[in-house]
C-alpha cells in the first residue's frame, strides 16, 4: 500500500470492544472478572487510554445489566446487541452500528485479551495514519492479532453481510486492500477461555510491562540486528538477569526482569553511529521505554556506590561478557589499554569505563559476595528464560 504524509488519526477512531458473549468456557463473566486490581474490562479500557484512544464502544449482550455500573463508572459508550446468542459477528454488526457519522475507522478486540499493549495500539494507529491501507493487521512473529484497523470504506458491508465466515472471512476478501505492522507483543495473540488461561495470564500481568525473549527477538528483526550481536546480548542477559536475581534475594530493590530485558537488547542498534543513544530511542519507539534508560547508558556511567541500579547491572555484565564468553575485567579492558596507550584522550575514555565497571564489581561483591568470575564461560539464556508465562505458545 501506498505511504501517505503522516496524521494522527485517534480523533476518528472508536474502539469497538467486544463483551457480550456468554463466557460458558470461563464458568464466569469474564468483563467482570478481577484482573489485577481492576476489573477486566477496566483494564482493557485503561489500556486503550493509555494508547491514546478515548472513544470506546463496548458491545453488551449476557448480562448486560451486571456489566451496566462499570461501564457507566468507566464513561465509555454501550453498544446493546440483543442478538447476541447468534456469534460473535452479530457483536461485531452491533458495534458498527453504534459509530456516528464522524468515525472515519475502528479497532476491534475482544474484551478477553487483557495483555495486549498499549504501544501495540500506538502501532497500528501510526501504520493506519502513514497508509492508504483499508485494514492493518498488527503482526507478532508473523501472526496476525488485534486489534486489526478498519477504515469506514467496509462499514456497509459489515452492516449489510449475513455474517457467513465471520469478520474474518469478510475482510479477506479485500486482502489487497490490507497491510501488516509488526508489534512487540504476544499479548495480541492471546485470549482467555478457559479458567486455566485466566490463572496464566493474571499471573503474567505483574511483569508484562517488560519484554519477554520473544518479544525482544522480534525487536532485534526490526532493528536488523546481526545474529552475532543478538548471540552477545543473550549472554549478557543471562549474566545480568543472575547479578539480578541474587541482588534481589539479598534484599536488594532491584527488577531482575528489567535487568534482563535491558541486556538483552543493549546493543541492539550496534553499528549505527552513537549506538547505544540510537539503541535507547528505537525501544521508546518501540514502547518500552524503561528498558531504553539502561541501554543509553551502557556504554558510560558514572556509578554511584550508594545504590546498584539495572542500569548499573546491565554496564557490568556487558563488560564481563566478550562475545558469548565471560572474562574478567582485565581480560576485557588489557586489549584496549595496550591500543591506546598512546592516545592520551581514547585512553582516558577506556580508564574511566574500567573504573566504573570496577566500582561496581566491587560493590555488587559487598552486597552478594564473590561473583566467581572465570575466564572462558560460555553464557546463554536458559530455555523460557524471562517468558511470562511460558507455558502460552505463540
Same mark, same amino acid.
Given at each position: 500500500?501506498?505511504?501517505?504524509?503522516?496524521? @494522527?488519526?485517534?480523533?476518528?477512531?472508536?474502539?469497538?470492544?467486544?463483551?457480550?458473549?456468554?463466557?460458558?468456557?470461563?464458568?464466569?463473566?469474564?468483563?467482570?472478572?478481577?484482573?489485577?486490581?481492576?476489573?477486566?474490562?477496566?483494564?482493557?479500557?485503561?489500556?486503550?487510554?493509555?494508547?491514546?484512544?478515548?472513544?470506546?464502544? %463496548?458491545?453488551?449482550?449476557?448480562?448486560?445489566?451486571?456489566?451496566?455500573?462499570?461501564?457507566?463508572?468507566?464513561?465509555?459508550?454501550?453498544?446493546?446487541?440483543?442478538?447476541?446468542?447468534?456469534?460473535?459477528?452479530?457483536?461485531?454488526?452491533?458495534?458498527?452500528?453504534?459509530?456516528?457519522? @464522524?468515525?472515519?475507522?475502528?479497532?476491534?478486540?475482544?474484551?478477553?485479551?487483557?495483555?495486549?499493549?498499549?504501544? +501495540?495500539?500506538?502501532?497500528?494507529?501510526?501504520?493506519?495514519? *502513514?497508509?492508504?491501507?483499508?485494514?492493518?493487521?498488527?503482526?507478532?512473529?508473523?501472526?496476525?492479532?488485534?486489534?486489526?484497523?478498519?477504515?469506514?470504506?467496509?462499514?456497509?458491508?459489515?452492516?449489510?453481510? @449475513?455474517?457467513?465466515?465471520?469478520?474474518? !472471512?469478510?475482510?479477506?476478501?479485500?486482502?489487497?486492500?490490507?497491510?501488516?505492522?509488526?508489534?512487540?507483543?504476544?499479548?495480541?495473540?492471546?485470549?482467555?477461555?478457559?479458567?486455566? @488461561?485466566?490463572?496464566?495470564?493474571? !499471573?503474567?500481568?505483574?511483569?508484562?510491562?517488560?519484554?519477554?525473549?520473544?518479544?525482544?527477538?522480534?525487536?532485534?528483526?526490526?532493528? !536488523?540486528?546481526?545474529? *552475532? +550481536?543478538?548471540?552477545?546480548?543473550?549472554? %549478557?542477559?543471562?549474566?545480568?538477569?543472575?547479578?539480578?536475581?541474587?541482588?534481589?534475594?539479598?534484599?536488594?530493590?532491584?527488577?531482575?526482569?528489567?535487568?534482563?530485558?535491558?541486556?538483552?537488547?543493549?546493543?541492539?542498534?550496534?553499528?549505527?553511529?552513537?549506538?547505544?543513544?540510537?539503541?535507547?530511542?528505537?525501544?521508546?519507539?518501540?514502547?518500552?521505554?524503561?528498558?531504553?534508560?539502561?541501554?543509553?547508558?551502557?556504554?558510560?556511567?558514572?556509578?554511584?556506590?550508594?545504590?546498584?541500579?539495572?542500569?548499573?547491572?546491565?554496564?557490568? !555484565?556487558?563488560?564481563?561478557?566478550?562475545?558469548?564468553?565471560?572474562?574478567?575485567?582485565? +581480560?576485557?579492558?588489557?586489549?584496549?589499554?595496550?591500543?591506546?596507550?598512546?592516545?592520551?584522550?581514547?585512553?582516558?575514555?577506556?580508564?574511566?569505563?574500567?573504573?566504573?565497571?570496577?566500582?561496581?564489581?566491587?560493590?555488587?561483591?559487598?552486597?552478594?559476595?564473590?561473583?566467581?568470575?572465570?575466564?572462558?564461560?560460555?553464557?546463554?539464556?536458559?530455555?523460557?528464560?524471562?517468558?511470562?508465562?511460558?507455558?502460552?505458545?505463540?
Amino acid at each position: 500500500m501506498a505511504e501517505r504524509a503522516d496524521r @494522527d488519526p485517534a480523533a476518528t477512531i472508536v474502539a469497538i470492544v467486544l463483551a457480550a458473549g456468554f463466557s460458558s468456557r470461563m464458568g464466569a463473566f469474564k468483563p467482570l472478572l478481577p484482573f489485577g486490581e481492576r476489573t477486566l474490562i477496566d483494564h482493557f479500557v485503561t489500556n486503550l487510554r493509555e494508547a491514546g484512544v478515548e472513544r470506546i464502544h %463496548v458491545v453488551t449482550g449476557f448480562q448486560a445489566g451486571d456489566l451496566a455500573p462499570e461501564l457507566t463508572r468507566l464513561g465509555v459508550t454501550r453498544a446493546h446487541n440483543p442478538d447476541f446468542a447468534a456469534g460473535m459477528f452479530s457483536s461485531v454488526r452491533a458495534g458498527v452500528a453504534s459509530l456516528p457519522a @464522524d468515525v472515519e475507522a475502528f479497532l476491534l478486540a475482544p474484551v478477553d485479551m487483557p495483555l495486549l499493549r498499549p504501544s +501495540t495500539i500506538v502501532r497500528v494507529l501510526r501504520a493506519a495514519a *502513514a497508509r492508504d491501507s483499508t485494514i492493518v493487521y498488527p503482526t507478532f512473529r508473523g501472526k496476525r492479532g488485534h486489534p486489526p484497523f478498519v477504515r469506514r470504506a467496509l462499514f456497509a458491508e459489515i452492516l449489510d453481510s @449475513d455474517g457467513d465466515g465471520g469478520l474474518r !472471512a469478510l475482510l479477506a476478501r479485500h486482502e489487497d486492500e490490507a497491510s501488516e505492522v509488526a508489534v512487540f507483543d504476544w499479548g495480541c495473540l492471546v485470549d482467555m477461555d478457559r479458567r486455566h @488461561d485466566y490463572r496464566r495470564l493474571a !499471573a503474567a500481568l505483574a511483569g508484562h510491562r517488560m519484554p519477554d525473549v520473544a518479544e525482544c527477538e522480534t525487536m532485534f528483526d526490526a532493528a !536488523a540486528t546481526p545474529e *552475532a +550481536t543478538r548471540r552477545h546480548g543473550r549472554a %549478557v542477559a543471562a549474566l545480568a538477569t543472575r547479578f539480578a536475581r541474587r541482588l534481589q534475594a539479598a534484599g536488594e530493590a532491584i527488577d531482575p526482569d528489567l535487568a534482563r530485558a535491558a541486556a538483552l537488547v543493549h546493543d541492539i542498534a550496534k553499528g549505527r553511529r552513537r549506538h547505544a543513544e540510537a539503541g535507547a530511542a528505537l525501544l521508546r519507539e518501540f514502547g518500552f521505554p524503561e528498558v531504553a534508560a539502561p541501554v543509553a547508558r551502557h556504554m558510560n556511567l558514572a556509578f554511584d556506590a550508594g545504590r546498584i541500579d539495572e542500569s548499573a547491572i546491565v554496564y557490568l !555484565a556487558d563488560k564481563l561478557v566478550r562475545g558469548e564468553t565471560r572474562v574478567s575485567l582485565e +581480560t576485557r579492558f588489557g586489549s584496549a589499554l595496550d591500543r591506546f596507550a598512546n592516545d592520551p584522550s581514547a585512553l582516558a575514555g577506556v580508564q574511566r569505563r574500567l573504573a566504573s565497571a570496577q566500582a561496581i564489581c566491587a560493590a555488587l561483591e559487598a552486597r552478594i559476595g564473590s561473583l566467581a568470575i572465570d575466564d572462558g564461560t560460555r553464557l546463554a539464556l536458559s530455555a523460557g528464560e524471562g517468558s511470562w508465562p511460558a507455558a502460552i505458545a505463540v
